[in-house]
């Protein structure tokens, strides 16, 4: 079997970022999948599933409702290494074309207070399995420490 291009990446050089993972053609559009890396891979700590998973659920709605991004969105979720996420959007988009909505993304989980949408028996299957203040400070991390400051480094994958 041949080796999918995401296990190609040199994990031992990859550092937080926003990277264009790959970008597909369907149908007469182009997907960009965008791989929103929170941490160094088998450096640091993978991220906690209770906290991935309170982020998952307030960023897909944030980003479903955004009235520039919503109709964009396809698919938010988490990486099953526990090191960040996978954004999905319609379009031939680069890491910058994205910075700005996911600043306010981030911002917004980071300053959430409240009850996390679809936490509930009815709406999610595993709906105990959540932690807001973790979620909250990986959040801010990533805003902080990322998002407010991408540069080539952390936007193309290393060679």
């Not at 291009?5 to 937080?16: A, Y």
């Not at 369907?26 to 941490?39: C, K, P, Q, S, Y």
């Not at 109709?71 to 994205?98: A, H, N």
Request: with cysteine.
């Amino acid at each position: 079997m041949e080796k999918i291009t995401s296990f190609t990446i040199d994990h031992t050089r990859l550092f937080p970022g926003v990277y264009v993972s790959r970008k597909d053609k369907v149908g007469t559009e182009i997907v960009t999948t965008f791989d929103l890396r929170f941490t160094k891979p088998n450096t640091e700590p993978a991220m906690e599933n209770a906290a991935m998973h309170a982020i998952e659920h307030l960023a897909a709605t944030y980003l479903r409702n955004d009235e520039e991004w919503k109709e964009r969105v396809l698919y938010f979720g988490p990486m099953g290494c526990r090191t960040g996420f996978y954004l999905l959007l319609k379009g031939d988009l680069e890491s910058k074309d994205i910075q700005k909505l996911l600043i306010s993304c981030f911002s917004f989980i980071g300053g959430f207070e409240g009850d996390i949408p679809g936490a509930t028996a009815h709406d999610c299957g595993n709906f105990r399995d959540m932690n807001l203040p973790v979620a909250k400070w990986w959040s801010i991390k990533y805003l902080e420490e990322v998002l407010e400051k991408l540069s080539f480094n952390n936007t193309h994958y290393p060679a």
